[in-house]
T-cell receptor
Framework: NAGVTQTPKFQVLKTGQSMTLQCAQD?????MSWYRQDPGMGLRLIHY???????DQGEVPNGYNVSRSTTEDFPLRLLSAAPSQTSVYFC?????????????FGQGTRLTVV | KNEVEQSPQNLTAQEGEFITINCSYS?????LHWLQQHPGGGIVSLFM???GKKKHGRLIATINIQEKHSSLHITASHPRDSAVYIC???????????FGTGTRLTIIP
């Protein structure tokens, strides 16, 4: 039972490079989301999805793209990395049909943009 | 937008002490989550509650819907409880969570 698997764990990018953070869950959860965690701030929602083929923007979506072609996978793409995107990124999933469901988080990706 | 405030921001205590971390929010919610994050580690869900009280081992979470307030208690605290504890609330009508900034707990042996 893997839960939420997030890769890579660490990444260093140069300004302007692109990359994809991978997130997969094996719990058949409808709701998946990406957050960034910065010092002194709560986790902030980047993008989320309530099911395959459906995505929407969160609080801080600029510079990021997502897609949800399957229930299991929800990759986050950085189009042209900037130093302001240096952060720790977390993917999370929850069941959606019932409002009160526990959230499961990946182990996080520590991204540094130089 | 729901605002979530946690207190204290930092807490240092001796092993064995009873710990209380507080969380207040500004508007009605569907559920409140308590999460734990160890240094350099991932985030783990401890509790999800919408009313009353829940207990897992030495951890107890309570919520007062009328006062828009929740507390996380740790009995007989241990150094392995040292972590950041995060409160998050889910608003009615959507699945989005709003997070507090966390309480950093350090338990000294």
């Amino acid at each position: 039972n893997a839960g939420v698997t997030q890769t890579p764990k660490f990444q260093v990018l140069k300004t302007g490079q692109s990359m994809t953070l991978q997130c997969a869950q094996d719990m058949n959860h409808e709701y998946m989301s990406w957050y960034r965690q910065d010092p002194g701030m709560g986790l902030r929602l980047i993008h989320y999805s309530v099911g395959a083929g459906i995505t929407d923007q969160g609080e801080v979506p600029n510079g990021y793209n997502v897609s949800r072609s399957t229930t299991e996978d929800f990759p986050l793409r950085l189009l042209s990395a900037a130093p302001s995107q240096t952060s720790v990124y977390f993917c999370a999933s929850r069941g959606y049909r019932s409002l009160n469901t526990e959230a499961f988080f990946g182990q996080g990706t520590r991204l540094t943009v130089v | 937008k729901n605002e979530v405030e946690q207190s204290p921001q930092n807490l240092t205590a001796q092993e064995g002490e009873f710990i209380t971390i507080n969380c207040s929010y500004s508007v009605g919610i569907s559920a409140l989550h308590w999460l734990q994050q160890h240094p350099g580690g991932g985030i783990v869900s401890l509790f999800m509650l919408s009313s009353g009280k829940k207990k897992h081992g030495r951890l107890i979470a309570t919520i007062n819907i009328q006062e828009k307030h929740s507390s996380l208690h740790i009995t007989a605290s241990h150094p392995r409880d040292s972590a950041v504890y995060i409160c998050a609330v889910g608003d009615f009508g959507n699945e989005k969570l709003t997070f507090g900034t966390g309480t950093r707990l350090t338990i000294i042996p």
